[in-house]
């Protein structure tokens, strides 16, 4: 019987697997301690000036906040990051869902890398505007370029900000710059109205196109064409090739039909295969062509001075919206006049005087 007894506690319990219970203990709180530990706002600028990209994150985290003590803290390190900006070249990267962007912006990156440069990649991700949910999905995409050392991609939900371009994205830019990033790429969710806000906050605008797919035409919109400083037709290899170099052509001919840029730079159309690796290295030229162009005619700090006054008014604007509908009697007096106009007692255009009005 003892035998027996014996042979199922060995089944049950193992000798030597378990630790002291003061080890463990000690251990789990030591683990708990390190979790909550977190740097003081002067430690993160340190940092982040000292290119550490885990203090980057951190900062364009509480960046992204909307708790008032993250926006405060924010605040401090936007204003220490300050002097150490506008060191960088922004670019803009736009295209319909499907044209590449992702592959074309590994294979780019990876070129700007090999030149030596330190490239920021700040991907708008789409998300839900019932859930909010995003699926952040840029770093899988970009699998061999989030490898490099002198690399930082940084992928944000667009929730409902305009047209998909993150709230924050401007002052990740700095921060960005701050921690030594020499080159920053702006990769939007689609074409719509968010190459208008890229075009804002970046030095030279980029438009992905495919060929053979019906998006010849939509290349003919005005607003999109006349802020592309480059076109590139993507996918231009294979069966593909012949159509890649009509589209070519065709852009070129509706690029003539708009009238010159204030820069005094003349848009140019390539061909490229990202999956291929191919014609990437052209469109770094073109870009390092316009840098050095709009450079030596002023054109490009003076559009820095315009994107500065631009980002002001908008940033005013923002504010305004937040504290006002932030405002606990506001928001009483707008659940009031919502009920009155669902039962029909008041207009939208009353009911919106009643509120800009709205004093307790």
């Not at 003590?69 to 922004?90: D, G, M, Y």
């Not at 919109?221 to 052509?249: F, H, P, S, W, Y």
């Not at 770094?284 to 006054?309: A, L, M, P, V």
């Amino acid at each position: 019987m003892a035998k027996t007894t014996k042979h199922i506690n060995s089944l049950t319990e193992k000798e030597g697997v378990s630790q002291p219970d003061s080890l463990s203990k000690k251990s789990a709180e030591q683990l708990k301690k390190n979790r909550k530990q977190k740097p003081s706002v002067q430690q993160l600028i340190e940092d982040l000036v000292n290119k550490d990209k885990t203090a980057l994150s951190r900062a364009i985290t509480l960046v992204e906040s909307n708790a008032p003590k993250h926006q405060q803290q924010a605040k401090e390190i936007i204003e220490a990051c300050l002097p150490l900006v506008n060191k960088s070249i922004r670019i803009g990267i736009t295209g319909v869902p499907g044209v590449g962007k992702s592959t074309f912006i590994e294979q780019f990156g990876k070129l700007l890398v090999s030149k030596n440069k330190k490239v920021a990649v700040l991907a708008v991700d789409p998300s839900s505007s019932l859930s909010k949910g995003s699926i952040l999905g840029d770093k899988t995409r970009m699998e061999d370029l989030v490898k490099e050392p002198n690399v930082f991609i940084r992928p944000s939900a667009s929730g409902s900000s305009l047209g998909g371009v993150a709230r924050k994205t401007r002052e990740t830019i700095i921060l960005c710059e701050a921690a030594g990033f020499d080159t920053i790429i702006i990769e939007t969710v689609g074409v719509g109205q968010s190459e208008t806000a890229v075009h804002s906050m970046t030095d030279f605008f980029l438009l992905l196109k495919l060929a053979g797919a019906g998006d010849e035409l939509q290349g003919i919109k005005r607003g999109i064409m006349e802020m592309a400083d480059a076109i590139v037709i993507n996918k231009a290899d294979g069966e593909n090739v012949k159509a890649a170099r009509l589209a070519k052509t065709e852009f070129n001919r509706a690029l003539h039909l708009y009238p010159p840029k204030d820069s005094g730079w003349t848009p140019q159309t390539v061909t490229c295969s990202a999956t291929k690796n191919e014609g990437i290295d052209d469109i770094w030229s073109i870009i390092s062509d316009y840098i050095s162009e709009t450079s030596e005619n002023g054109y490009f700090q003076q559009k820095r001075k315009e994107q500065n006054k631009f980002w002001l008014i908008q940033t005013i604007e923002q504010r305004l919206k937040s504290d006002f509908f932030g405002n606990n009697s506001v928001a009483k007096e707008l659940e009031n006049q919502l009920k009155l106009l669902d039962s029909g007692k008041t207009t939208p255009f009353e009911a919106a005087a009643i509120l800009l009005n709205f004093r307790e």
